[in-house]
């Protein structure tokens, strides 16, 4: 079983950054698919961005292409959201998920992960 751990929320004005982290402990795997997802009130949970373990390609929503990146540290188990040029409708829970032996390629084209953390505020002032 992973277990997924999110921090690095807060609250930030329009045009200002933060970076997410997601700590993953437990069980490991070969390949592994980490995405972040978010959830504005009244919205339904989208994709954000996601990345493979094992390297590769990274995937984006078009809403945040060219202001957020997402990277992986292995040695620290460990997956960021960098997110920087903020606007006020980046606000909302940020979720991080795992899915094993899925791609990234598989998270961008809409698998859903079947593991999450327990999501971050991120809230942007306008």
């Known amino acids: 079983q992973v277990t997924l751990v999110e921090s690095g929320g807060g609250l930030v004005q329009a045009g200002g950054s933060l970076r997410l982290s997601c700590a993953a402990s437990g069980r490991t795997f070969s390949s592994i698919a980490m995405g972040w997802f978010r959830q504005a009130p009244g919205n339904e949970r989208e994709f954000v961005a996601a990345i493979s373990w094992s390297g590769g390609r990274t995937y984006y929503a078009d809403s945040v292409k060219g202001r957020f990146t997402i990277s992986a540290d292995n040695a620290k188990n460990t997956v960021y959201l960098q997110m920087n040029s903020l606007k006020a409708e980046d606000t909302a829970v940020y979720y991080c998920?795992?899915?094993?032996?899925?791609?990234?390629?598989?998270?961008?084209?809409?698998?859903?992960?079947?593991?999450w953390g327990q999501g971050t505020q991120v809230t942007v002032s306008s």
């Open positions: 998920g795992a899915k094993p032996f899925t791609t990234a390629q598989s998270m961008y084209g809409g698998t859903i992960p079947n593991v």
